[in-house]
């Protein structure tokens, strides 16, 4: 994917488009795969880079939501169980079972969640993961060396999914654009242009690039910005009611010695009636999570004292090796964009489902739900854009879509399995050379993400393209200058881009310490 070339298919369009997504999250990414798999001409827009919103930031599980079905809510448990299923085999370079450990401390918790997650085993169908079982204070201890051993005992294992949620995201972009979408990244839309009989009917748009404005038409326009669903709707005018009640969570990331192994901790009650997780991560562990409700938005949320204070608290609690503030080597936050309910003040309480909502100007927004559901989001989304936008019909194809780079096997490629199928062309590229010796990241990822991934900042490349920043932020503060002349190379900047480009990153990356 080349930047370039999407901006001149962009500008050598005529006509409107048929469809027109803002927003280049999970939600946007996966409606574009399904509008271009079904033909329609679709045009993805992107204010900042893929992946910059919530969609790099989740507790990145693929799951059916073990929390739901306690909630009593057993449709959408089985809805992300399919899904769930559906991913495995549609990204399975990305995509992997893991093991989940409840501990037990008290006497009723391994028949009591026992009995719970067989049900999430039976609702899973032919969709299911590892089957679940009682384990005995032995095997609990056995399978996670790090539990606080102190009046264990026993524990639940069960099996969910777990990816690389902005790789999988830069894979979804990779599938539209095979598909025939076109996707832009730093392209903002600032205004959206209603016709005679007040229906949406285009967009205007600002590109970071070229520094050029221009309107652009659509025969219909889909609102998938998440947690900024409000602000796009507000763009149409008229008296818009907000749909979306925003609440941050945060993760902290420590090295492997908190959790060694390959099995997670999931405890179902924190002190505040939340699930927490330790899993582990790219060769590092990642607790989290909290829910902040917040008042404002924002594209770079910062983790509040409370929040992390909460996760030290409960981490200490369950593992043996107790962390501390100097233990965390990234932290970092994200907004869910819940759907508001008129009476509930709590947000762990609101619907975690999708909503697909219909302004009387015709803008479709489609919000909620979560990343293992983006396809079946995107399916019903996109039926109802193209009933709106009165296109011809056509059927879903995405659930037997692979997904770009799609690999049985692609463990054998070591640290760069997250490339799946492009990774021989990665190694290819012969610059083996390591950015820091605590992350595996090499010079070849950099050249392969601003050729291949439409990577445009130092930014791009150290939190989404790799996951530097979000495993450990001092380390990706130090690989910054590499990166950014080995990137002005790759897109004939010079010295003064570079140094910006460090410094922005270096202060934006503050906030992960
Ligand atoms: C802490 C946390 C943990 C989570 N963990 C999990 C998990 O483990 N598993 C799971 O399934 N789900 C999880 N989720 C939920 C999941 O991450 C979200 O549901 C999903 O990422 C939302 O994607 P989105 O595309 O709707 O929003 P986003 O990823 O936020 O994308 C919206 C995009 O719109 C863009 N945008 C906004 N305004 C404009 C504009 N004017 N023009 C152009 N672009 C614009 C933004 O820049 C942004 O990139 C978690 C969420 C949180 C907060």
Redesign the pocket.
């Known amino acids: 994917m080349k930047r370039e070339e999407m901006y001149g298919r962009l500008k050598a369009h005529s006509g409107p488009w048929d469809m027109i997504v ?9 409606v574009a795969i399904d509008a271009a798999a079904r033909g329609y001409k679709t045009l993805l ?19 059916g ?1 073990v929390r739901y079905l306690e909630q009593g809510n057993v449709s959408l448990v089985m809805e ?1 169980l399919k899904e769930r299923g559906l991913l495995l085999k549609n990204a399975p370079h990305l995509v992997r079972d893991l093991g989940f450990i409840v501990p037990s401390y008290e006497w009723w918790e391994s028949p009591f969640y026992g009995l719970g997650l067989k049900l999430y085993n039976l609702l899973a169908g032919k969709y299911g993961f590892g089957v679940s079982r009682i384990l005995s204070r032995k095997e609990t201890l056995d399978r996670l060396p790090a539990l606080n051993p102190e009046g264990l005992r026993g524990g639940v294992i069960y099996f969910d999914g777990q990816f690389d ?1 902005a790789r999988l ?1 830069i894979h979804l972009i990779a599938t539209a654009w095979e598909q025939g979408a076109t996707l832009l990244n730093y ?4 205004g959206l242009s209603i016709d005679s009989q007040g229906f949406v009917n285009g967009v205007s ?1 600002h590109d970071h690039a070229s520094g050029e404005q221009f309107d652009l038409s659509g025969r219909v326009v889909i609102n ?6 409000d ?2 709707r507000k ?1 149409a005018g008229g008296d818009v009611k907000p749909m979306i009640a925003p ?5 902290l990331v420590f090295d492997r010695s908190f959790l060694p192994g390959d099995n997670a901790i999931m405890v179902p009650h924190t002190s505040d009636g939340r699930v927490m ?1 330790a899993i582990p991560w790219h060769g590092h562990t990642l607790v ?4 902040t409700p917040i008042s404002e ?1 924002s ?1 770079e949320p910062v983790a509040m004292e409370k929040e992390i204070e909460f996760i030290l608290s409960t981490a200490s609690l369950y593992l043996a090796k107790k962390p501390t503030r100097n233990d965390v080597l990234s932290m970092f ?5 819940l759907v508001r309910s008129q009476d509930i003040g709590n947000t762990a309480a609101l619907s ?1 489902d999708h909503t697909i909502h219909i302004d009387q100007t015709g803008l479709l927004t ?9 396809r079946r ?1 995107a399916e019903d989304c996109v039926n109802q854009a193209a009933t709106l936008a009165e296109l011809p019909d056509r059927a879903c194809s995405t659930q037997q879509l692979a997904i770009h780079g799609a690999h049985s096997d692609a463990a054998k490629f070591g640290h760069l399995w997250v490339y799946g199928s492009d990774a021989p062309a990665v190694g290819d590229l012969n610059r083996p050379a390591q950015l820091h010796p605590d992350l595996p990241y090499t010079e070849a990822e950099v050249i392969w993400g601003v050729r291949e991934e439409m990577a445009r900042t130092v930014e791009d490349i150290l939190a989404r393209r790799t996951r530097s920043l979000f495993l450990n932020a001092k380390a990706a503060i130090a690989m910054a200058p590499r990166v950014a002349t080995l990137m002005a190379a790759e897109l004939g900047m010079d010295e003064r881009w570079t140094g910006d480009q460090v410094t922005a990153f270096s202060q934006m990356a503050q906030f992960y310490i």
């Open positions: 803002i927003g280049g999250g999970a939600t946007g990414a996966g827009l992107e204010q900042s880079d893929f992946g910059k919103g919530t969609s790099s930031r989740s507790t990145k599980l693929v799951h939501g992300a949620d995201l392209a903002s839309v600032t748009v998938a910005t998440g947690a900024f669903s602000s796009v763009m609440s941050q969570g945060i993760h997780f989290g999570t909290t829910d938005p594209l936050a994200g907004i869910r964009p975690r489609i919000c909620g739900g979560k990343w293992t559901t983006y989001m």
